[in-house]
């Protein structure tokens, strides 16, 4: 049986929207998002730029402890960020 649920984030614990304005050409997938504790990881596919590129962005953002590149196919990327 599918489950949908609703869940909301503080923005300053979810960097999506703010790292990826500063690479305006690429295209996010959200995949999925898992509730973990106090924190909610997404998981994204991401096309357009290169993951080195996507992997600096996310350095930067204070919200951000690590990212990690679950799967690329072809110039697309899966990635988990908590």
Do not use: C
């Not at 960097?15 to 990826?20: A, K, M, N, S």
């Not at 080195?52 to 204070?62: C, G, K, L, M, T």
């Not at 919200?63 to 990327?77: A, P, T």
């Amino acid at each position: 049986m599918p489950t949908e649920a609703t869940v909301t984030v503080p923005s300053d614990q979810f960097p999506l929207e703010t790292v990826f304005a500063k690479l305006p050409d690429v295209k996010v997938e959200l995949e999925r998002l898992l509730p973990a504790q106090d924190m909610v990881i997404p998981y994204f596919w991401v096309r357009g730029t290169e993951v080195n590129d996507i992997e600096r962005a996310f350095s930067e953002h204070p919200g951000v402890n690590e990212i990690r590149v679950v799967d690329s196919v072809e110039d697309e990327y899966l990635l988990r960020v908590e």
